[in-house]
């Protein structure tokens, strides 16, 4: 059973380029959705949250399809610093008793 | 703040040995959970507490206790080290559980011989 699932990369882009990663989850009656950055060897840090209307921070698109259970993260003008691992992460029963989920993570490196 | 912290940031142990692995938050949190990472592997939750004197099992608890005795501190104890647990393990805390933004200590590498 997996139920957080993400391409795992690595996706290599040149700077400046934009960049989506997709990420499906498996438990339909989830209510929370965020995306995580890890850098190499270092904590993940709560990059967004991602809601129903979808939401938007600076260069950064998260997008939420329920019906299809996918959700999405857009990064425009990709700058070197967003070489990181970026982790999709699902509330899998809801509310603040059971389990965060998580993705095993997408790789990026954005090359010069 | 300090935010979350962890030590030790290193550890190497042998097969049946047992250990404390430490985490505290400044942050006045409620909710902390310990976690495992593997290599190809998402994050894994092996304990959480809601608040001081509840905790409870996450999805993989086998071989951990854990106690939480005050809202700062929430230990992580392995009962005799396997080699199985070979793995970086983090520590968070949110304020108000899982729909909130959880913020990770720097995470302990764990190496069971």
């Known amino acids: 059973r997996k139920e957080v699932e993400q391409d795992p990369g690595p996706f290599n882009v040149p700077e400046g380029a934009t960049v989506a990663f997709n990420c499906t989850y498996s438990?339909?009656?989830?209510?929370?959705f965020f995306w995580y950055r890890q850098d190499c060897r270092k904590e993940p840090k709560l990059l967004m949250s991602?809601?129903?209307s979808g939401n938007e921070d600076g260069r950064f698109t998260a997008q939420l399809n329920r019906a299809s259970q996918y959700i999405s993260l857009l990064i425009r003008d990709s700058k070197l610093s967003d070489s990181a691992t970026y982790l999709c992460?699902?509330?899998?029963?809801?509310?603040?008793?059971?389990?965060?989920?998580f993705g095993k993570g997408t790789k990026l490196s954005v090359k010069p | 703040n300090a935010g979350v912290t962890q030590t030790p940031k290193f550890q190497v142990l042998k097969t049946g040995q047992s250990m404390t692995l430490q985490c505290a938050q400044d942050?006045?949190?409620?909710?902390m959970s310990w976690y495992r990472q593997d290599p190809g592997m998402g994050l894994r939750l092996i304990h959480y507490?809601?608040?001081?004197?509840?905790?409870d099992q996450g999805e993989v608890p086998n071989g951990y206790n854990v106690s939480r005795s005050t809202t700062e501190d929430f230990p992580l104890r392995l009962l005799s080290a396997a080699p199985s647990q070979t793995s970086v393990y983090f520590c968070?805390?949110?304020?108000?559980?899982?729909?909130?933004?959880?913020?990770f200590g720097p995470g302990t590498r764990l190496t069971v011989l």
């Open positions: 968070a805390s949110s304020y108000g559980g899982l729909d909130n933004e959880q913020f």
């Open positions: 438990n339909s009656a989830s209510q929370s």
């Open positions: 991602v809601y129903s």
């Open positions: 992460v699902v509330n899998g029963y809801g509310g603040s008793q059971g389990n965060l989920i």
């Open positions: 942050m006045n949190h409620e909710y």
């Open positions: 507490s809601v608040g001081a004197g509840i905790t």
